[in-house]
């Protein structure tokens, strides 16, 4: 169901605020398949945690609580489990190992969970040991380690120059995410110097991400891990505050290196991206599922905003789809729509309003903006809807309605 703290703490998992993961987590509704799961599973099961109930039993409590490595839901009765395996997919981390039971026996119901969801194996009821045991062990043995890459997307926003808000763009939509919609969200801050992610979020940076990006050979999950600051329960930030003096030396294999890490673990990686793009910007560039540019609305802005747009065009800076986001619009001596419309030759995807009260005050303090300035949260909702890969009205669907009551 896969596609990502500070030194003076280590961290924890993503969503895993208080306690440990737990090896395996089995949800089964009925006793009669709990006790076959047991025996089927006789020698492991001290590993093993068995709680009573189905599916939906599974999204509350992992709501909540860390993600399990393996975790067993039960399907049973479930008039519509596509809806609730997609649920699921977004309250848990991508390196999850998911398997599954249920009522149904029929064969394109298992082609469907396994290639549309990950679902690593499927055993309809009444359960036998020896399906448990042959097609279940091996997962929960590690003796199986490949788990399906599901929903780990690359998300790189950048400013087309300097001031034009790309920073509050990416740290409001990381948060706005990870809040509304559930999924673990890991915003990745590649300003190493003059960086202000963290300072808009009030925590401190650490010393990790020049560690990472400049030795890859030296990063393993557990690093990166440690060099994450947690904020919430769902969303961790990377990121740098080296002093004017530094000299730090990013490779890009440095940060394919950890995007890999990072999408493996988070089911969305925000990139608040440098601009102009040097080597590693054009290696985050070349991997991300969609480029957002941030502009401001004025003769220089819309200038810049299409030189980047044509460059972002060229194969060789990669083939997601580009967003242009107007930040600023209505501000004092800015360039009316038509202006805008006329210079990029369609309307921008979106529009952020001019909002003077709230974005520097919330900065300023420490707070994300987006959880406070309801204009700020209709504006970046059609955004979060197109990266989180539903691009629906507000209003339709499950994302529809939490991304709507965020927008109230």
Known sequence: MPAADGMMAPATAPGASTGERLPVL????????????????????????????????AIAALEREPTPHILVVDLSGEENPSELLDRLSAVCTPDVTVLAVGDRSDIGFYREIQHEF???????????????ARLFGPHITGQREEAAQRGNRVVAVCGVRGG??????????????????????????LHLRGGSAAMMLGVRSTAGLRVVLE???????????????????????????????????????????????????????????????????????EVARHRVLVFRPDVAGLRDAAAARAMLTAKSAGDGPILLVQNGAGAPGSLETAMVLQ?????????????????????????????????LRRALAPLAQEVNGTRQAVGNGLLGRILGRWAR
């Open 26 to 57: 089995a949800f089964l509704c009925d006793e009669e398949s709990e006790t076959t799961f047991r025996t089927g599973l006789s020698g492991r099961t001290g590993a093993i945690t068995v709680r009573r109930g189905t599916i939906r039993t």
């Open 118 to 132: 990950g679902i690593a194996e499927y055993l309809f009821k009444p359960l036998t040991r020896d399906n448990v």
């Open 164 to 189: 034009t808000g790309a920073t509050t763009v990416a740290v409001n939509l990381a948060v706005l995410l990870a809040d509304s919609t559930r999924s673990h969200v890991a915003l990745l801050d």
């Open 215 to 285: 030795d890859p050979d030296r990063v393993d999950p557990l690093f990166v891990e440690r060099a994450a600051v947690p904020i919430g329960d769902r969303l961790r930030l990377l990121s740098a505050d080296e002093p004017p003096e530094a000299d730090p030396a990013p490779k890009a294999a440095g940060a394919l290196r950890l995007l890999e890490i990072l999408r493996n673990r988070f089911n969305l990686v925000i990139v608040d991206l440098p601009w102009p793009p040097g080597p590693v910007e054009r290696a985050v560039l």
């Open 343 to 375: 210079a990029l030759g369609a309307a921008p995807d979106i529009t952020i309003p001019h909002l003077p009260r709230h974005l520097p005050r919330a900065a300023d303090l420490g707070q994300p903006a987006v959880r406070g300035c309801a204009p």
